[in-house]
């Protein structure tokens, strides 16, 4: 997507080498520096300390991460260890469990000394077909904005955190109908939530959007439940960490409340998220681990002054904070999925391709 006039992913290989580059997202949106991920170590502490983030770019991080260790030490038991460690990297997001199982069972077959090429070709298809399916998402959910779209004023989009193109490879998920929906010459406008403690919002989707030319307005996190009942929010999209089995919803902390308050509003509330992104081995949300993080990021805030970044401390000396970092939306509250196979009223109707419809005889 775009960066000024050039054109970038999240994450890329150098071609035919073992030299892996990302944006990092630790210093957007001050500063637009990118960094490389040379070792197995580099990609876990990328991960862990959120200069990639978001659930498929973390997936795609961490199948590059296992071909860097292979790259190094070329034996199942460092491909096991590799994985272990990625995994223990961050617990929320289902899309790294399933690069590392894909990275596993792809690589399960492959002589040892074709091991290395071979992990990076899969690590790089995971990369394109994530481009690919966060594509399709959009193609797939910009009906929802543009039938919406009734010329008196813009289609007003709420999305919370950033599920855009920077927590992919390309596209992202609940920013990519509304990328479309722009392109395509809808009169599209998006209520950024700031997304404490980290700000994903303010510092992440508000520079995307920004770059790509879409008009958006940042907002702070409680203001969303006030502009739906003054009928300033015609829809609202987020992305997901994990859909388990029933469509419970794992999110960025406050999703629930912006989704209880599109149901007490009447305002559709969607998902948009990669079928990779789907737990199927848990039943409902109240299994899955929701990261704590630390107190720091909720004692202080991020931001720029004249003499550069820097954190401030925002209460008492000596308080003490707590931090989840995710959030449950039940089912029940959520109006539509829409995945790279379409869009639906259940997690069920878009977790697979739909059977092809019957010829007539
Ligand atoms: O803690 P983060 O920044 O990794 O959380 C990201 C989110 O919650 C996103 O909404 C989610 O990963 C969907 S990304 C397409």
């Not at 030490?73 to 460092?78: A, H, L, V």
């Not at 912006?258 to 949300?285: E, M, Q, R, Y």
């Amino acid at each position: 997507m775009r960066v000024g006039d050039a054109w970038y992913r999240s994450i890329w290989r150098e071609r035919d080498a073992a030299r892996v580059h990302a944006i990092d997202q630790t210093r957007l949106p001050h500063a637009f520096e990118v960094f490389e991920i040379s070792t197995l170590e580099d990609a876990v502490r990328a991960i862990a300390d959120m200069q990639v983030r978001g659930a498929p770019l973390i997936g795609a991080t961490a199948a590059y991460g296992v071909a860097l260790a292979l790259a190094a030490r070329n034996t199942p038991e460092d491909l096991d260890d590799a994985a272990r460690r990625l995994f223990e990297a961050r617990p929320t997001a289902v899309n790294l469990r399933w690069a590392l199982d894909r990275m596993k069972r792809t690589l399960a077959t492959v002589p040892a000394g074709e091991r290395v090429d071979a992990a990076f070709a899969e690590a790089d298809r995971i990369c394109d077909e994530d481009a690919q399916v966060n594509e399709a998402i959009g193609d797939h959910a910009l009906g929802l904005i543009r039938e919406r779209a009734n010329g008196s004023r813009p289609v007003n989009v709420l999305t919370h955190c950033n599920a855009g193109w920077l927590a992919t490879v390309d596209w992202g998920t609940a920013l990519a109908p509304i990328y479309k929906a722009f392109d395509a010459g809808v009169d599209v406008h998006v209520w950024v939530d700031e997304t404490r403690p980290r700000n994903q919002g303010a510092s992440l989707t508000m520079w995307e959007l920004m770059n790509h030319g879409v008009p958006c307005t940042l907002i702070v996190d409680n203001a969303g439940g006030h502009l739906m009942q003054r009928g300033q929010v015609d829809l609202c999209i987020v992305g997901s960490d994990r859909t388990t089995a029933n469509g419970d919803v794992c999110n960025k902390i406050g999703t629930y409340l912006k989704a209880l308050a599109a149901h007490d509003n009447g305002v559709p509330f969607f998902v948009a998220l990669p079928c990779s992104t789907i737990d199927a081995t848990l039943a409902s949300g109240g299994d899955i681990p929701i990261e704590e993080r630390g107190e720091a990021e909720v004692l202080t805030m991020a931001g720029a002054a004249t003499q550069g970044p820097c954190r401030v401390d925002i209460a008492a000396p000596g308080a003490r904070a707590a931090n989840p970092a995710f959030d449950v939306t039940p089912a029940r509250l959520v109006t539509g999925y829409v995945t790279e196979h379409g869009a639906g009223a259940s997690i069920d109707a878009v977790s697979a391709p739909a059977p092809a419809a019957a010829t007539a005889s």
